[in-house]
């Protein structure tokens, strides 16, 4: 859990197409005391689907319609550009960096191709350097009828690469050439079929991975474990529901977030509206639900704890409002705090920890 006197701001992306606003980033101050935002600035970015933060704390980089862009975070949290690149494709969904912020992992959903572009020194986005489409039917043929990639980190001892593949219900695991960035399929984890895995994280030690199936909603939990000599082993341990067991027809499991001690994991489930939240238990890596409750908005694309633990937002996309919640660890309970907040398509929300004076 983070301390009170902490200084945060949060960066939330959002939709700009058919909209006035042309600005995708929105900037906040974090009110960690009243578990509120206050407006703080906005950057001019097209379609900013989704954010990640490279993993020295310097950079941030968002999907554009024509690829990524890359910003620098100043010491007050503001933004400032320092150019884009092309992904070579369809717009992406998903993108992250690797633990040495050489490479930028982009997943594309639309025409199921990963793309690597290297970082340059100055963090701006270098060229590609790897490009892979992936081929075959989907299981579902109504919706997944093709390869939809929807997610691209990678594990934490920096090795390999988990590539979450929604249509083809199965994650890839690439092991990454740090020079070249060139990647080589090591392994594939294969979903219950429809399951639709769409996107995974790993635990604080890395020891475990998580992975939420959109369609069937529920988490999976992989024991990882890996030696220099053989391939890298993702033992299915725990299966568990993103749902209570009476809940809305058509509901399906969003995003994944962890907490910043890595105590808790959160995801948020369409149709019924609602946010899981489960405690970590983290020597065995096993999840268990402390709740599972309404979040007062419509498709909540997303949903994170405040760094201290102590309250809750959700991005709700239909309903375009930020809805906040005070958070009882203790009870297994949330209750709502304070008024919702207007924003047009939240999809992605990134709290980031200023320096101190």
């Not at 984890?189 to 604080?204: G, N, V, W």
């Not at 201290?308 to 209750?335: C, G, I, P, Y």
């Amino acid at each position: 859990m983070e301390k009170n006197n902490s200084r945060y701001v949060a960066y939330i992306s959002t939709y700009t197409s058919g909209s006035k606003d042309k600005c995708g980033i929105k900037i906040y101050d974090v009110d960690l005391e009243k578990g509120r935002f206050h407006d703080k600035g906005e950057v001019e970015i097209n379609n900013s689907s989704y954010l990640t933060i490279s993993h020295n704390r310097n950079f941030l980089y968002s999907i554009t319609d024509t690829g990524v862009e890359a910003h620098r975070i100043l010491a007050d949290g503001m933004l400032e550009s320092i150019g884009g690149g092309s992904i070579n494709g369809m717009r992406g969904c998903y993108l992250s960096t690797d633990y040495d912020d050489q490479f930028l992992f982009v997943a594309g959903y639309h025409d199921g191709k990963l793309t690597v572009l290297r970082i340059n020194e100055d963090g701006s986005v270098g060229e590609i350097v790897e490009e892979i489409y992936h081929k075959g039917p989907g299981s579902a043929a109504e919706r997944y009828n093709r390869p939809h990639i929807t997610c691209a980190r990678m594990s934490r001892d920096n090795k390999f690469l988990c590539e979450a593949d929604s249509g083809l219900d199965r994650v890839n695991i690439y092991e990454l050439n740090h020079t070249t960035g060139k990647l080589k399929l090591a392994d594939i984890i294969r979903s219950e079929q429809s399951s639709a895995p769409r996107h995974c994280l790993f635990s604080r030690d890395g020891n475990y991975l998580y992975v939420v199936h959109e369609l069937k909603k529920f988490v999976g939990v992989y024991k990882y474990t890996h030696s220099p000599t053989l391939v890298p082993d993702f033992e299915l341990i725990e299966t568990i529901p993103t749902v209570n067991k009476y809940h809305a027809t058509g509901t399906t499991a969003s995003a994944l977030k962890m907490s910043y001690d890595g105590s808790y994991l959160v995801s948020s489930n369409a149709g019924d509206n609602s946010v899981i939240l489960y405690d970590v238990d983290k020597e065995s890596g096993k999840l268990t639900k402390s709740f599972c409750l309404p979040i007062s908005g419509d498709y909540p694309k997303a949903a994170s704890l405040f760094p201290d633990n102590r309250h809750l937002v959700s991005l709700n996309h239909e309903t375009k409002t930020l809805t906040f919640f005070k958070v009882d660890m203790e009870n297994h309970q949330m209750a709502m705090s304070g008024r919702e907040m207007k924003i047009d398509r939240p999809n992605c929300i990134i709290f980031h920890r200023l320096a101190e004076d």
